[in-house]
C-alpha cells in the first residue's frame, strides 16, 4: 500500500511559513487541505514537489522524494499549480506530452479523461480559464505518478465540471495518493475522505470530512458556520 509521510518546515527569508507540518497520506483516501488565504496551502504542495526546499522529509514508502533529482521525482509526484497561464503557444496534445517528459505516459488516456481530447489540436493559449484547467489537469494524469498533488483544481470550473473533476479525482483515489488544497468546503466535505485544515502554518485540525464541525470552521475562518444536511450532501452555510 503506498504511503507519504509528510514533515516539513519552510521559510521564506526570516519568515516563517510552514511549521513542523506532519501528516500522512495513503492511497484509497483522497486528501483536502484547506484553510485561510495565505495559510501556507501552495506552499505546502511547492514543498511536497520539491519546488520549495523545506526542512525535513518527504517520503513515498520511505523512498525520500526530495533527495531525488527532478526528472526521477516526476515518476512519483505529479502536481497542478493554482491558477497559471500558458506562456507557450502548444497545442492542447503537445503540452500533455511535456507531463510524460519522464514517464512515457498514457496523453490520450489523460484527455480523455478530463474531456478535451477532442480539442487536442487547439493552442492552449486560446483556451478558456477552466479549459486550461482541465488540460493542466490531464497533463498530471499524464504523468501516471502515484502521487498526485493539486492545488485548487476547481477554482476555474463551472459548477458542472468542478463536480466531474472531483468525480474524476474519486474514481483515481485507489490508484493514487490524492491531495488536493481546496477553498469550496462544501466539494471538500462532500468528496474528500480526510480534511487537514492548515491556519497560520500550523495544522489546526486534520480528521475524516465527516468529522469536521461548524466550531472548527468558525475558529479558522472567523465567521458564523453551520453544516446542513442537503439530500445527503453536508453543506457549509457561513455569515458574518
Ligand atoms: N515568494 C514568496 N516570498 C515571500 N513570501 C511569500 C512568497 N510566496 C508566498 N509567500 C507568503 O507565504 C504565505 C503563504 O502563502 P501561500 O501561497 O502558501 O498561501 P495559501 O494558503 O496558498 O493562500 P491562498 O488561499 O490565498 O492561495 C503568505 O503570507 C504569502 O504572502
Ligand atoms: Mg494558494
Redesign the pocket.
Known sequence: MDKLEVNVSFS?GE?R?LKDVSFSAKKGEFLAVV?P???????LLKCLVGILRPSGYVRLNGLDLLSLKPKERAKYISYVP?SSFPEFAFTVEEFVELGTYATKGDVEGALRKVGMWERRNEFVTKLSGGEYQLVLIARALAQGSSVMLLDEPTSHLDINHALQIMNLLKSLKDEKILVA?M?DLNLALNYADRVIVLNKGQIQWSGKSSALTPEVLEGVYGVKAKIVDVEGQRIVVAWE
Open positions: 521564506y519568515k511559513i484553510g488565504n495565505g495559510a501556507g496551502k501552495s506552499t493554482q488544497v477553498h
